[in-house]
């Protein structure tokens, strides 16, 4: 993977030449100190709304008799031009925006949110998500980590992307993947459910989606190799969901890097043998209930037991805890009397 690929694959690199093509999206540039509020990785305080009188002032004088001094207080935020500007465009896009970044969006902090959903009404939101997500701080830090050219980093500009939210089902999802300028297999996105329609309407779906890359991506995307997110509506019509480089930050599903780097390694789609051209591009879905995986996004959130420990629920863990904890104490304090 080269560091050009990962350029092109950002947001605003590709959808003006697709924007009739995918889901209406505004792009904003974020300010620095909205940059320099995303990358401080201390204690996590949201910005006081614009629309909020600030009650932290009032606080502080409560709180600042002699007995509380010493308590911490931590100043949230204000960015009154940059929430307008997030404002606007969320009611342009009809009042519920799914967030991105220049290439990732938060999907990794989902379960942090109070509605369990990348679906933002606000920049208090937006900015939950971004400051939780790992995703957005790999794209914030290190977004050319796995290339392999030693040229310098090209100037990254970072940029808020807000798109129309969706009710997108996720059987109709599909990836696809392009080498050499040829798309070579389509995976079904969502690669932890078994969808029976996908697989009866397998042939019609791959014919569509070929024809979707030969006519509009392949002659207007600038690379030879990437990977592109299609969905597929109810009436078969096929549009654009993203771009992603043609490596290791991006998620193969049902192929692995091997079988997509040397097409030698695909089978054909029949399983005889190995695919040959017009095989290409090899289609597949999960066929089978045993297939079945756990979500991906499960092991983004908490481990169960911090869970059952703070809400109560399991009270064998909490005693095993507790147990547990007077234990260390006990040899603690044995330790220092020694
Ligand atoms: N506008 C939208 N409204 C609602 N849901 C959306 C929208 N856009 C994307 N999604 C959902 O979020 C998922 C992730 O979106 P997207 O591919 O843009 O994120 P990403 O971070 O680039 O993911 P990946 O790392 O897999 O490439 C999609 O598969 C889709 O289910
Ligand atoms: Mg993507």
């Known amino acids: 993977m080269k560091k050009e690929q990962i350029v092109k694959c950002q947001f605003s690199e590709w959808y003006p030449r697709f924007k009739k093509h995918t889901i209406k999206s505004i792009v904003l540039q974020i300010p620095p100190e909205v940059i320099d509020y995303l990358h401080d990785d201390g204690t996590l305080v949201l910005p006081i709304r614009n629309d909020c009188p600030s009650r932290h002032e009032d606080e502080t004088e409560e709180w600042s008799d002699e007995e509380s001094s010493d308590v911490p207080t931590l100043s949230p935020p204000k960015f009154p031009e940059f929430e307008s500007r997030v404002e606007e465009a969320i009611a342009e896009l009809g009042g519920r925006v799914f967030p991105k ?6 999907k990794d902090a989902q379960w942090i949110a109070l509605n369990s959903s990348l679906c933002c009404h606000s920049l208090h939101d937006v900015l939950l998500l971004l400051k939780s997500s790992d995703l957005i701080a790999h794209d914030l830090t290190r977004p050319f980590l796995l290339c392999s050219d030693d ?5 990254i500009h970072y940029q808020l992307t807000l798109r129309k939210w969706c009710e997108l089902i996720p059987g109709a999802e599909f990836r696809c993947f392009v080498r050499e300028r040829r798309l070579i297999a389509i995976s079904q996105r969502d690669h932890t459910q078994c969808y029976r329609h996908v697989h009866a309407l397998r042939a019609e779906i791959r014919t ?3 024809q979707f890359f030969i006519g509009l991506v392949q002659p207007r995307f600038p690379d030879d190799d990437y990977v592109f ?3 597929r509506d109810s009436q078969g019509r096929i549009w654009l969901v993203d771009f992603n480089p043609f490596g290791d930050v ?3 599903l049902l192929f692995s890097w091997e079988e997509l780097t040397d097409t030698a390694r695909l089978p054909s789609s029949d399983g005889n043998g190995e695919a040959d051209e017009q095989d290409l591009p090899v289609f597949r879905c999960v066929t089978e209930e045993s297939y079945l995986q756990p979500s991906v996004q499960l092991s983004y959130r908490l481990p169960r037991d911090f869970v059952d420990l703070s ?5 064998c863990k909490l005693i095993d805890f507790l147990n547990l904890s007077s234990g260390r104490q006990q040899t603690e304090s044995s330790d220092e009397e020694s």
Do not use: C, R
């Open 101 to 106: 970044l220049n290439w990732s969006s938060p």
């Open 151 to 155: 040229s310098p980093d090209p100037e």
């Open 208 to 210: 569509s989606i070929h």
């Open 229 to 231: 997110d299609v969905y």
């Open 250 to 252: 991006t998620d193969t």
């Open 311 to 315: 809400t109560g629920q399991d009270a």
